[in-house]
């Protein structure tokens, strides 16, 4: 089957535009994670979203920053007036249900983003 | 959340056993640890995860002794291409969140 697939999979921006950033879990994971990783950096977390909801918001870097699901399935990251230090690879995850600890998360591959 | 660390680069040769050490001092009891691949352009990939004691499948060991504040990956008889970065995750089942680690860069060598 379809892993978790994001787009777009590159994109360029002028620094103080918004971008959306989407991700496609697996069909019928309920789970869904957004991580982002600067360059030659490891993986920061970012949201969490069990369903259509998320329970903690606490690792979104600023208010410029915003996340949403909707029917259980796609989610869009929204970055607001974009800043150069948003530059970086955003990960999308998805696992099965998100509350048992033999969960994998299965990443896609990826939307690189570029502020000049 | 429980804070990772793990040693930035390692090296190693073709056919030997390589064994990657995280430390996670502050873990909690629901916390539960994970190992992820990840090659350049790519999004991590799992590789294998426990709670405590050993696991193993068919691409690596896992071992976390019983005070659980550290893990160690082994991967038996390396080849050129597990060249990648590897992180180690720490997961509370009940909040979803993820800490992850720095990554280790394990460059292998002919």
């Known amino acids: 089957g379809a892993g978790v697939s994001q787009s777009p999979s590159n994109k360029v921006t002028e620094k103080g535009k918004d971008v959306e950033l989407r991700c496609d879990p697996i069909?019928?994971?309920?789970?869904l994670y957004w991580y982002r990783q600067s360059l030659g950096q490891g993986l920061e977390f970012l949201i969490y979203f069990q369903g259509n909801s998320a329970p903690d918001k606490s690792g979104l870097p600023s208010d410029r920053f915003s996340a949403e699901r909707t029917g259980g399935s796609v989610s869009t990251l929204t970055i607001q007036r974009t800043q150069q230090e948003d530059s970086a690879v955003y990960l999308c995850?998805?696992?099965?249900?998100?509350?048992?600890?033999?969960?994998?998360?299965?990443f896609g591959p990826g939307t690189r983003l570029l502020v000049l | 959340l429980a804070k990772t660390t793990q040693p930035i680069s390692m090296d190693s040769y073709e056919g030997q056993e390589v064994n990657i050490t995280c430390s996670h001092n502050?873990?909690?009891?629901?916390?539960?640890i994970t190992w992820y691949q990840q090659f350049p352009s790519q999004g991590p990939r799992f590789i294998i995860q426990g709670y405590k004691t050993k696991v193993t499948n068919e691409v690596a060991s896992l071992f976390i002794p019983a005070d659980r504040k550290s893990s160690t990956l082994s991967l038996p008889r390396v080849s050129l291409s597990d060249t990648a970065v590897y992180y180690c995750?720490?997961?509370?089942?009940?909040?979803?969140?993820?800490?992850f680690g720095d990554g280790t860069t394990l460059t292998v060598k002919p």
């Open positions: 995750l720490v997961r509370n089942t009940n909040a979803g969140k993820s800490t």
């Open positions: 995850a998805s696992s099965t249900s998100g509350g048992a600890w033999y969960e994998t998360q299965y």
């Open positions: 069909s019928g994971h309920t789970a």
């Open positions: 502050n873990i909690a009891t629901n916390d539960y």
